[in-house]
């Protein structure tokens, strides 16, 4: 399994959240969530910062599980990750 995914469960335990409830978080059905984790899907950037938002952490924790020492306050990142993400479609 992907890091990724080991990851975001450690953080799903830390902060009592059900797959379930992630899934209904981002708007996506528990089953594609299984999905994703069973088939070791990468994420696009956008699934990747949401997901990230929902369990208060970054994607590059969840990615290399480096420098958890993220704000509190990632609005400003998250705002032009989003921007981004908007111009690209």
């Known amino acids: 399994m992907l890091d ?3 990851n975001v469960k450690e953080r799903l335990d830390d902060n009592d959240i059900s797959q379930k409830e ?7 059905s528990y089953n594609t969530l299984q999905s994703w984790i069973t088939k070791d899907r990468l994420l696009n950037a956008e699934q990747a910062v949401n997901i990230a938002r929902i369990l208060k952490t970054s994607v ?11 704000k509190k306050d990632n609005s400003k990142t ?8 908007e111009s690209l479609r």
């Open 60 to 70: 590059e924790y969840l990615v290399t599980k480096q420098d958890h020492s993220f």
């Open 4 to 6: 990724f995914w080991l």
């Open 78 to 85: 998250i705002a032009l990750l989003e921007q981004a993400i």
């Open 22 to 28: 992630l899934a209904a978080a981002i708007n996506e």
